[in-house]
């Protein structure tokens, strides 16, 4: 610290003095210890100390002082104090010292509390003694200690001064400050904000005399996108400064960096000028659904559901526009300003308007546009207003690419530029005099099915990107049953004039998204003809309103009337229940109460109900009934006649072995009568299995679950796809696996696998074989045996079914007259080798070149050496084995047994038949 000088004025100098503590440290001492002699005066000084900030100093002495009483003959002269001086210069002086200039501070003396210091042989009591010196107005000062004759040993001298040292309280910093001299009054310090804080009230502290901080005031607060003095990681942001804890960024925003104040929203989500930095980016609405109108004599009703996404917001609000147009639907005239509007054409927060003051033989269009508070943020704005130089061009003309009484497929060329990508191509068409629907299809093709035989049908296709919809190609006219021609443009649509002439007004309702991307149209026609309406199934998924076709196809049950008695089973969409449906005038019947479960989303909602909107169209004794649905109250329900003995895989399973062959085989033929009727509907089913198939209690089976019939649209390759792209693939004929060609050919060899499920009583087609090797199977030839006991002529039966080529399986009519037969004259059934009239082509299944090509085809290769060992190695030998010779070539499981035996019965058929033609394996 610093140096000690000795100057003796009298009598001997202090000694310095090194010696050794019990660790053997060095302690440098100076000691003085005159005590025999009288009137000493020795100094020791310190070297000059700069008082750097302080005023007043501390000096802190630790020294030993010697009890006078313990040293003999000293007592006159021995003294047991020394006394403490300073001088306060602006430098040092050197060695020069003049006594007289010292100031004293005070006289030493030992105190009680010593403190032991062990000095090897002696131990010396320690004494600390502190004292103030100050003020000091100097730049610096001397001490000195002077003996009169005391025994001393000095051992430290700490100089020191207090200070309030730097901290940070609230935000602010505050720095070194030295108190006053006078411990009475307070140094008051301001502090500064740290970064990224800013002052709310001055920040204050007030350094004491002993250097601590005393009475906190004002404070500093965390800037935007700061907490805590940290920086908000990415994904959080602070827009307020405050000491409040960074936040997550808002729904659809995100914060890239650090110490962000906002979150930016995400692509095609906005914030309206308004709206505050806590609130989640939102979007424009989807467009409104369901857009209905009602007209009477001299106004039109428009009523529409609000939107499916309100995109987030409370402020929605519809804009109606009108149009209209002359025979060609793209010379159109904005009409607002003709007709009259209530309450208005723009800005409804209802979804409802009046419109009136018609022309007389007007087509007139409208248009819903939904908006929200972030719609005008939109660069998707209505393309028609805002980009008309970027509508996407016309596509090529329309082609045929094949047809049948039912259906159409076709095809167009890409309109050759587009300065925006396609999103899709809408496809409209019409019945010449009857109904319009419309199709959005991602490729330039699309398969239109469902259609009326020998029915004119107009198409015409038009292209959507971004910027809007194109025109209308040129209309392309088809009869479902003749050939197809193109038309003049001037003859399309239902012309002014045909619509005055039948005094109809034609109303064509569109819908558009928040003024972009899609335009929903719905075309709908006043003047409904034609009573053979509902002859032909109609696709739910051809009417733009769900709800629509649930009113047309099902009857709504009061849910007074229905009472649930218990859960039967899970569905797709809920609980199916099982209870008693009260009709008033009626006797109460037992029914199956499908559930839609809480929650569902609007999608749900529609999905489930279309199941009643196709099951309403069909009545028939082999068709589940539908008794009608609850859509006006909670829970959504769709009511169907109750099936004591539930789904036909199941029963069967439970059931094995019970039953005749002549009853299996009326069950088949029930099946076959439903699907008979619904192919005659034009309604393929695309999921025939006994698993939905239902059984009463009379073990009538009936077929139902009518969901997978639907298409969905948002497969860019195909014109359909089914459900999730889920294809029961045991279930499904390769044309349907490979290329969705899904049609009632489809159902009957789907009805091939119903009937082996049947004759196996519930055993799984293919068993464990993995739906890759099941399609690899069937695409070698490999067919399922006939199953153990099923008579040959079923087995045939399901063959023929099974037939590659479509065209060759049979019809469901064939299929019911042959059951019928059959039922007729048991006696046939049950001869084993009986082989059916064959009620199509001759049958393409292959043959098994040796009996280890067999038994891997039927997953059986693991008894390929018991087979060899035993000497069974042609397939003729194989042909002849019992069931006895299976089991005593080693074949131990019971479930093996059976399937090499029923696959010997089909071998047996097989080989019967090749040697009937002549071929010898
Ligand atoms: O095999 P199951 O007993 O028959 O279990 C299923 C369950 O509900 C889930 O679908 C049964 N189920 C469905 N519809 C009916 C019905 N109309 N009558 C009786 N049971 C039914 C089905």
């Not at 019990?22 to 009137?39: A, D, L, S, Y």
């Not at 199956?592 to 199941?611: H, N, P």
């Not at 198939?693 to 014109?719: H, M, Q, T, Y």
Request: proline share 6%; with cysteine.
């Amino acid at each position: 610290m610093f140096c000690m000088e000795c100057y003796h004025l009298s009598g001997l100098l202090w000694d310095a003095i090194t010696e050794m503590d019990e660790h053997n440290r060095p302690i440098h001492t100076f000691q003085v210890c005159n005590v025999m002699e009288p009137n000493q005066n020795n100094w020791l000084r310190s070297n000059w100390i700069s008082r750097q900030a302080a005023q007043k100093v501390y000096v802190e002495l630790r020294f030993t002082l010697r009890d006078c009483n313990s040293i003999p003959w000293v007592s006159g002269t021995c003294k047991e104090t020394f006394n403490l001086f300073y001088h306060e210069t602006d430098e040092a002086h050197g060695v020069k010292f003049r006594p007289a200039q010292y100031t004293k501070i005070d006289t030493i003396a030992a105190d009680e509390s010593f403190t032991q210091m062990d000095l090897g042989d002696r131990i010396l009591k320690l004494n600390t003694e502190v004292r103030e010196v100050g003020p000091i107005n100097r730049k610096g000062f001397y001490l000195a200690f002077q003996d009169i004759g005391a025994c001393i040993a000095l051992v430290s001298v700490r100089v020191y001064y207090k200070k309030c040292p730097f901290t940070l309280r609230n935000l602010a910093s505050f720095p070194d400050t030295v108190p006053r001299v006078d411990s009475s009054s307070l140094v008051e310090v301001r502090g500064a904000c740290v970064d990224h804080a800013e002052e709310r009230d001055t920040p204050k502290l007030f350094c004491g005399a002993d250097g601590d901080w005393l009475v906190p005031l004002g404070r500093c607060v965390c800037s935007v996108g700061y907490e805590e003095i940290d920086a908000c990681r990415p994904g959080f942001y602070k827009a307020y400064a405050g000491n409040i804890k960074c936040s997550k960024c808002p729904p659809h925003s995100f914060s890239y960096g650090d110490a962000s104040a906002i979150c930016r929203c995400e692509k095609g989500f906005f914030r309206a000028e308004k709206d505050p930095p806590t609130m989640a980016c939102t979007r424009p609405p989807s467009p409104p659904r369901n857009l209905i109108f009602n007209l009477n004599d001299t106004c039109l009703l428009l009523e529409w559901s609000p939107p499916s996404d309100t995109g987030g917001r409370r402020d929605l609000t519809y804009n109606v526009q009108c149009k209209r147009c002359g025979p060609e639907p793209d010379h159109c005239q904005l009409c607002e300003d003709e007709l009259r509007f209530l309450p208005g054409p723009l800005g409804l927060t209802n979804a409802t308007v009046t419109v009136m003051d018609f022309s007389a033989h007007a087509n007139y269009t409208f248009e819903i546009e939904s908006l929200n508070g972030v719609s005008d943020m939109s660069s998707r704005r209505n393309p028609a207003t805002s980009q008309p130089q970027q509508s996407p061009s016309l596509v090529g003309t329309l082609k045929k690419d094949w047809a049948s009484p039912n259906s159409i497929a076709l095809s167009w060329q890409q309109p050759e530029q587009t300065t925006l990508p396609i999103i899709d191509y809408e496809v409209k068409y019409y019945e010449k005099v009857l109904k319009y629907s419309v199709y959005d299809s991602k490729a330039p093709s699309v398969i239109v099915s469902g259609l009326k035989p020998a029915t004119w049908y107009v198409f015409s296709v038009r292209t959507r990107t971004a910027a809007g919809y194109s025109s209308y190609s040129p209309k392309y006219e088809y009869e479902t049953t003749g050939d197809c021609k193109y038309l003049r443009p001037s003859t399309v649509l239902i012309s002014s004039n045909m619509a005055s002439d039948q005094g109809q007004v034609l109303v064509i309702v569109t819908a558009a998204v928040g003024g972009f991307t899609l335009l929903v149209i719905l075309t709908l026609f006043l003047l409904i003809t034609g009573s053979e309406y509902f002859t032909t199934y109609v696709d739910p998924d051809t009417y733009e309103d769900p709800t629509q076709a649930v009113h047309e196809f099902t009857k709504e049950i009061d849910p007074s009337r229905i009472r649930i008695e218990r859960v039967i089973g899970a569905g797709e969409f809920g609980e199916v229940c099982s209870g008693r449906l009260r009709t008033p005038g009626k006797k109460e019947i037992a029914v199956a109460i499908k559930t839609l479960k809480g929650g569902y989303v609007e999608r749900q909602r529609r999905d489930f109900l279309r199941e009643a909107s196709i099951m309403g169209q069909f009545d028939h004794p082999n068709i589940i009934r539908l008794e009608g649905v609850v859509t006006k109250s909670r829970p959504v329900m769709i009511v169907v006649e109750y099936m004591e003995n539930g789904s036909l895989d199941s029963f069967l399973r439970q059931h094995d072995g019970h039953f005749t062959v002549i009853q299996l085989v009326g069950m088949l033929r029930g099946i076959a009568s439903g699907m008979k009727y619904l192919s005659d509907m034009g309604y393929v089913h695309r999921d025939l299995a006994a698993r939905n198939i239902l059984v009463n209690s009379n073990l009538v089976c009936k077929v139902s679950d009518f969901g997978l019939s639907r298409v969905l649209e948002d497969d860019p390759e195909a014109a359909y796809t089914t459900t999730g792209g889920k294809i029961p693939i045991r279930w499904t004929a390769p044309e349907a696996i490979s290329y969705r060609k899904f049609s009632s050919a489809s159902d009957a060899w789907s009805y091939g696998i119903v009937m082996w499920e049947v004759m196996s009583y519930g055993e799984r087609p293919y068993w464990e074989m993995s739906n890759q090797d099941v399609i690899l199977s069937i695409e070698e030839g490999y067919r399922l045996p006939a199953p153990m006991g099923c008579p040959v002529a079923l087995h045939q039966l399901m063959l023929h079914c099974w037939q590659k080529e479509r065209n060759h399986r049979p019809k469901f009519t064939d299929i019911v007259s042959f059951l019928d037969k059959l039922i007729r004259n048991p006696s046939t059934v049950l001869k084993n080798f009986f082989l059916p009239e064959s009620p199509g082509e001759e049958m393409d299944y292959p043959m098994f070149i040796s009996v280890g090509d067999w038994l891997d085809s039927i997953k059986m290769s693991q008894y390929k050496s018991n087979f060899m060992a035993a000497g069974y190695n042609t397939l003729d030998s194989v042909a002849r084995m019992s069931i006895e010779d299976v089991r005593r070539i080693g074949v131990e499981l019971i479930g093996h047994q059976r399937r090499i035996i029923s696959s010997i019965q089909t071998l047996h058929l097989q080989l019967l038949h090749e040697h009937e033609k002549g071929f010898h394996v």
